[in-house]
Each structure stands twice: as structure tokens, then as C-alpha cells.
């Protein structure tokens, strides 16, 4: 929740001012809602996508305040986060809400980016495997494996989010392999980027890790000179 209309002006005329392409790696901004339309309309016609950061888990009615997936598809965009940590624990979304919300974007056509992670209790307990097969598995049992292998995966780790220290690449290589493992056979297509405190000192490095597709940007995109050096990072990972 970053932003007015002078302030999107700005990193899109700087974003789109260097950008000249990219070979390879595909990028999506996800503004806030009451911006879509501003970036739509900027980056239409360019390979760049747009997406939505929540969507409700129903079409229309009373739900004052709420953002459908129809409304999404309407301004333009391609893709939508689902169970960013932030819905999780500020605003109780439970992996039923979830799964309801990723449902909601197949059924849209919008492609879900799915986001995963544990919490520093969890990491200390040492069930970040089993609070992340629990999140995964309330997707997987409501829309079935294809669907689930077909969006994108977003492994962010609670407590690195906001902190400035991310995941070691090791530490994420890790989990990754072991979310891919629990995707099944058509998970190893599937698209599983890295989000927590990533940023263009340590991009490379968790780029080059083997099952590590990308990166979901938080406080480093708000920047466009900063986004810009992570995708080259990315681009020769």
C-alpha cells in the first residue's frame, strides 16, 4: 500500500525510460488497485504484465470495499497475488480463504502467483516444510494438480520479509527443491520465485540457485533503477 499518481508517473517514466526489453525473463508489476489502470495504460502493447495484489473470493454482491476477479480481467490484468503474508496474517486469510481466491483467478483466466512461507516461530520450531505443504495441499485439494502447477509459486519467508535479511541462497534452494517435490511430476515447470528482503545486492545470488525461477519484489520495486538492476541480475542467472 505504496503510492499516489505523481508517484506511479514517476517510476513508470523512469522504468519504462531504460528498460529496453528482456530476453528471457518475464516481468509483472502489481500496483495497487486504484493504479491498475494508470500502469495498464502506460504498459499496454509492452511485454511487461499487470496484476492485481488480492482479489475477493466472490464475483459481485454486498461486499463493499472488495476487488473481484472479473473487475481485475476488466482493467487489463494478467496475473494476481494470492496469500501474500501480509492477507495471511494482518487480515486472517486462512489457506480455505486461499484456495476459495485462487480458484477464483483460474476461473478468470488470471494467472495466480500463490505465496508461501513460514513464520519465525515456525522457523524455530522447524515445521516450515509442514506449515508450507499445508498451504500448498488446501490449493491442490480444491482445484487439482494442474491447476495448481499451472500458476506460480512464491516462496517468502515471514520473517525476512521488511527485515533486510533474506534467506540465505542455500536455505532457499531448499525450500524450493522441496516445494517443487510436493507439486508432483508437473512441478517441474512450474515457475517458483523467491520474495523476502530480495533486493540487487543479493538477487544474483539466489538467482543462480537451481530452483529458483525469479522473484517476487517487495520494497526494492518501489525503486525503478533498483527494480531494473534485479532483472538484469536476473537475466544472466
Known sequence: MNGSIAMASDFLARFTGHWRG?????????????YISQFEQTLRGS?????????????????????????????????????????RVN???NNDIIAEKYRRACAADLTPILCVGETSDHRNAGSTL??????????KNLVGEHALCAGVI??????AIGSGVAASPKHAQEVHLSIRDLLG??????????????????????????????????????????????????EIA
Open 47 to 87: 511485454a511487461i504484465k499487470v496484476g492485481g495484489q488480492n482479489i475477493a473470493t466472490e464475483l459481485e454482491g454486498p461486499f463493499t470495499g472488495e476487488v473481484s476477479s472479473r473487475m481485475l480481467k476488466d482493467l487489463g490484468c494478467q496475473m494476481v497475488l494470492i496469500g501474500h503474508s501480509e492477507r
Open 130 to 139: 509442514d506449515v508450507i505443504s499445508e498451504q500448498i495441499y488446501a490449493v
Open 22 to 34: 528482456s530476453e528471457g525473463v518475464d516481468i509483472g508489476l502489481c500496483p495497487p488497485s486504484v
Open 154 to 159: 512464491a516462496y517468502e519467508p515471514v520473517w
Open 91 to 93: 487480515f486472517r486469510e
Open 185 to 234: 511430476p508437473r512441478g517441474k515447470h512450474t515457475q517458483i520465485i523467491y520474495g523476502g528482503s530480495l533486493n540487487r545486492d543479493n538477487a544474483k545470488a539466489l538467482f543462480t540457485e537451481r530452483d529458483i525461477d525469479g522473484g517476487l519484489v517487495g520494497g526494492a520495486s518501489l525503486h525503478a533503477e533498483h527494480f531494473l538492476e534485479i532483472i538484469r541480475q536476473a
